[in-house]
């Protein structure tokens, strides 16, 4: 795993010259920005892959924390987030023959870069916005806007 504050980068070039069904487990602790104006959040969890014919499957379990404003009283609020992701991420190279994979076009498509390193962070970070409620609170029992 490389150290970087923002990102979740795996060197997976063994992996992909393993055979379908090879995995493997990492323990991710990193901060990533999450929401633009916000300050960045730190995202822990655990992350297994595995390798598929095509790619590598990646599945993860996080947990992070954003600050949102509240939905009743309008004060800033932490408020903390567990999710799962599941993606298969896609080489744009062929380890083997270094000729570029065209399955690996579309923009929809997580990829697996041509250095073979597997990036987590737009996925943990486009899971995490899909899990923030749309009617945030500060507390279960916030009375609202004091008049």
Do not use: W
Not at 75 to 95: M, N, Q, S
Request: proline fraction near 7%; hydrophobic fraction near 40%.
């Amino acid at each position: 795993m490389v150290n970087d504050s923002q990102a979740m980068q795996f060197k997976v070039a063994q992996m992909l010259k393993e055979p379908v069904g090879a995995t493997r487990d990492y323990v991710v602790d990193e901060v990533i920005d999450i929401l633009d104006g916000s300050p960045p959040s730190n995202v822990t969890g655990n992350v297994h892959m595995l390798r598929t014919n095509s790619g590598i499957l990646v599945r993860g379990t996080l947990d992070t924390e954003v600050t949102l404003v509240c939905s009743r009283c309008l004060d800033l609020c932490a408020c903390p987030l567990a999710y799962g992701f599941e993606e298969e991420f896609i080489p744009v190279l062929d380890i083997y023959h270094d000729t570029a994979i065209p399955e690996a076009d579309d923009a929809e498509t997580f990829i697996i870069d041509e250095n073979q390193v597997l990036d987590i962070t737009e996925a943990a970070r486009q899971y995490a916005i899909l899990t923030i409620p749309l009617k945030p609170l500060c507390r279960p029992d916030c009375p609202g806007i004091d008049f």
